[in-house]
């Protein structure tokens, strides 16, 4: 009989460190849905501490820790959640390139839009996201299709008008560019003939070595 009592104290036990977790996961997802970042907080890594499993808990936190302008913590909580994540590693991915981007990392905001994408292919914010980050490093057509990709899947986006402009923008950069590389290319094949023109009869100029012109598309 001792035994059975003792059981059920520690069953009831167990089921009361459960309920509390759980509430304190509720409230805080409540607060947090209520953007109350500084009080959603504490409740949030407590309730993390009584399930480590809970994947939207590392979501949540890592976007109230970005809300409250602490990237760096807001990268490592996000990285823990991944693993144990099993549904919203999408999600995860894409507030980590959130806050690389906002620290001024676009390499690594890239590769994690990226991987975001590569979780979810219809991640419409991803491409989004992206495509700023490829405008940033100059990374124009790569941009401009993160952009038409966006605009594929919602096709309704309220900035659409906005992103359609700077695709226009972006495209008529790229011709300029393209413009201006063919005339610099052109004067320098002009002027490398005239130099082999003036220079008739000259040993030093009739030997010509082009092989250190890098042309970067």
């Known amino acids: 009989m001792r035994k059975k009592l003792i059981a059920l104290y520690v069953l009831f036990g167990l089921l009361a460190v459960f309920s509390w977790a759980e509430t304190s996961f509720e409230t805080g997802e409540k607060l947090f849905n209520q953007n109350k970042p500084r009080e959603a907080k504490p409740v949030l890594e407590t309730?993390?501490?009584?399930?480590?499993?809970?994947?939207?808990?590392?979501?949540?936190?890592?976007?109230?820790?970005?809300?409250?302008?602490?990237?760096?913590?807001?990268?490592?909580?996000?990285?823990?959640?991944?693993?144990?994540?099993?549904?919203?590693?999408?999600k995860l991915y894409f507030d980590i390139g959130n806050n690389y981007f906002k620290q001024g990392d676009n390499t690594l905001a890239d590769k994690n839009y990226t991987l975001a994408i590569a979780e979810n292919s219809v991640f419409a914010d991803a491409y989004l996201?992206?495509?700023?980050?490829?405008?940033?490093?100059?990374?124009?057509?790569?941009?401009?299709?993160?952009?038409?990709?966006?605009?594929?899947?919602?096709?309704?986006?309220?900035?659409?008008?906005?992103?359609?402009?700077?695709?226009?923008?972006?495209?008529?950069?790229?011709?300029?560019?393209?413009?201006l590389l063919n005339s610099v290319l052109n004067s320098i094949k002009n002027a490398s003939v005239d130099t082999q023109t003036e220079s008739a009869g000259t040993e030093q100029f009739?030997?010509?070595?082009n092989t250190g012109l890098d042309i970067i598309e």
């Open 206 to 209: 009739q030997k010509t070595d």
């Open 47 to 90: 309730a993390l501490l009584r399930d480590s499993s809970n994947e939207k808990i590392y979501l949540y936190l890592g976007i109230i820790y970005e809300q409250l302008n602490d990237p760096a913590d807001a990268i490592e909580i996000l990285r823990r959640g991944l693993l144990v994540a099993k549904d919203i590693k999408d």
């Open 129 to 179: 996201n992206r495509a700023n980050v490829r405008v940033r490093m100059i990374k124009y057509p790569e941009a401009i299709d993160d952009y038409k990709t966006y605009l594929r899947i919602k096709p309704n986006a309220p900035q659409r008008e906005e992103i359609e402009k700077l695709i226009r923008l972006l495209q008529q950069s790229i011709d300029e560019q393209k413009d």
